[in-house]
């Protein structure tokens, strides 16, 4: 396997680490050359991502690439990846066996806290969903024009090491937003790599929720993690008067339980299925940090 990584991130780095020994080769993007040394001790060879024009040494190098991964978030403009190296993975990378593209549960908007499948029509809210929209078909495109299995990872709230409830307890950033009937699901960062891996060594297609099985109110969550530190939780705010920037209300626009059973189908078994088993093993091992 030679892999290579649009936007070597959080979830994508994650990735790295865990499929590094079945791989002869992981190369990853990123927009700060700073990064480099960090991208380097998770295995990965570092290119920059120049966001204006397919750099040469990125091209030369997908001639070889047998798996592809993008994590790289669109904008008002397109997909950057399809923009700039569209072109390249139709025409110049003959080795291609499989594509992973990481979306987001956005792109189903509200179902007022109804379940929701990858068979349920996406109606997105925001401009951020409707982008990843228009960016999931664009690469459903060029993976069918190239005949190359294309797997849609639709994840949900990401958290893991240094992204979660006790990070924010500690350093005060901690809220209980209380938003009658609101749900959230959630997925730990070691089993959306988990998802890539099981998929890109299956070379599966296909549309795949990448998500808990506890879809549950957010105040809950941080209640949780507080009981878990031995801490007072903040007070619950009601979520009509809160504080809160036009972003952060926009995703409490959104209500749904999403289900993940296509891929758990497939025989994938998720290491973290519901927060309190993450948490309460984050908590005793440390990962949280």
């Known amino acids: ?40 001790k998770d295995g990965i060879t570092p290119f920059l991502f120049h966001g204006t024009h ?9 001639a070889g690439v047998t798996h592809l991964v993008i994590s790289t978030s669109p904008g008002q403009s397109g997909d950057p990846v399809l923009a700039q190296f569209g072109g390249t993975i139709r025409h110049a990378m003959p080795k291609l066996q499989w594509i992973g593209y990481l979306s987001t549960v956005g792109v189903y908007g509200n179902h007022g806290g109804a379940w929701v499948d990858e068979n349920t029509p996406c109606h997105p809210l925001s401009a951020r969903s409707t982008e990843r929209v228009a960016a999931e078909q664009g690469w459903q495109e060029l993976a069918d024009a190239r005949g190359v299995p294309l797997a849609i990872l ?27 009937g609101q749900v959230f699901n959630r997925i730990h960062v070691d089993d959306i790599a988990g998802a890539l ?93």
């Open 197 to 289: 891996v099981f998929l890109s060594l299956r070379k599966e297609a296909g549309i795949f929720n990448i998500t808990d099985d506890e879809p549950a109110p957010p105040q809950d969550v941080v209640a949780y993690a507080a009981e878990l530190m031995g801490v007072e939780p903040p007070e619950e705010t009601d979520f009509d008067t809160a504080p809160l920037t036009p972003m952060a209300r926009s995703f409490y626009g959104e209500n749904k339980r999403v289900s993940n059973k296509r891929i758990k189908a497939l025989g994938y078994s998720f290491r973290y299925p519901d927060y309190g088993t993450a948490f309460a093993t984050m908590w005793r091992d440390g990962s949280w940090k």
């Open 54 to 62: 397919a750099s040469q040494e990125i091209v030369d190098v997908l």
């Open 1 to 40: 396997m030679n892999i290579f990584l649009f936007g070597a991130g959080y979830s994508a780095r994650t990735f790295a680490k865990v499929i590094d020994g079945q791989a002869d080769f992981i190369g990853g993007t990123t927009r700060d050359s700073a990064k480099f040394s960090d991208l380097k």
């Open 154 to 180: 639709r994840l949900a709230g990401i958290y893991g090491p240094g992204r979660n409830a006790f990070v924010n307890l500690a350093n005060g950033s901690a809220r209980r937003l209380n938003k009658t």
